[in-house]
């Protein structure tokens, strides 16, 4: 989910498991979204997009589920691997992607061997 | 391609000391994004660019920073002077057309 403090919220999960991070994006005239992986030390890394014309966009090993209806966003990770250990942030955009990006806070995914 | 490519890594300096980081954006990109990110705040757009030129400084956050692109290679982000608050971690996107941008690794600044 989203932090609206200090503390970034943290999933834990085991090698192999499946991961769901969730996002909830404020702008109801958002029309374009995407995932971004950070990793430390390093800047935010594009993942999946989706656009508000579909409910679900399918990568390798993640998968980005949108409902608008209550203004939420998820990523599925696929038999999640300590390489996916990362901050996920959530972007949000109007225009089809024209405007400017907006971030959420994140969430940080620790995988554990 | 090299990616964007953001100087220095890392910047210390002390307070009242002009600090000026630079960025050099993927080539053929026509929109460059300057991003400071704190754990308070999360990532905060602070300006950005179309064709070199500046579209929204509204997240600039006083008069002490300023930012140019004075070509289509090159943009630098300038505070002047420093204060401690302004430590985080500064972070430069290019991106074309309407989709993702691609980000920089960063500098990490810390204003003592």
């Known amino acids: 989910g989203e932090s609206v403090g200090l503390h970034l919220p943290t999933l834990s999960v085991q090698e192999g498991d499946n991961s769901i991070i969730n996002c909830a994006y404020s702008?109801?005239?958002?029309?374009?979204f995407i995932w971004y992986k950070q990793e430390s030390g390093k800047g935010p890394q594009f993942i999946i997009d989706i656009r508000s014309n579909m409910d679900k966009r399918q990568g390798q090993r993640v998968t980005v589920l949108l409902n608008k209806t209550v203004k939420h966003l998820s990523l599925q990770i696929a038999a999640t691997q300590p390489g996916d250990s990362a901050v996920y942030f959530c972007?949000?955009?109007?225009?089809?992607?024209?405007?400017?990006?907006?971030f959420g806070k994140g969430t940080m995914l620790l995988v554990s061997p | 391609d090299a990616g964007v490519i953001q100087s220095p890594r890392h910047e210390v300096t002390e307070m009242g000391q002009e600090v000026t980081l630079r960025c050099k954006p993927i080539?053929?990109?026509?929109?460059l994004f300057w991003y400071r990110q704190t754990m308070m705040r999360g990532l905060e757009l602070l300006i950005y660019?179309?064709?070199?030129?500046?579209i929204d400084d509204s997240g600039m956050p006083e008069d002490r920073f300023s930012a140019k692109m004075p070509n289509a290679s090159f943009s630098t982000l300038k505070i002047q002077p420093s204060e401690p608050r302004d430590s985080a971690v500064y972070f430069c996107?290019?991106?074309w057309g309407a989709g993702g941008y691609t980000f920089g690794s960063g500098t990490r600044l810390t204003v003592v």
């Open positions: 972007a949000e955009t109007e225009n089809s992607g024209y405007s400017t990006l907006t």
């Open positions: 660019f179309n064709n070199n030129v500046p």
């Open positions: 996107a290019s991106s």
């Open positions: 702008n109801s005239a958002s029309d374009y």
């Open positions: 080539s053929g990109h026509n929109s």
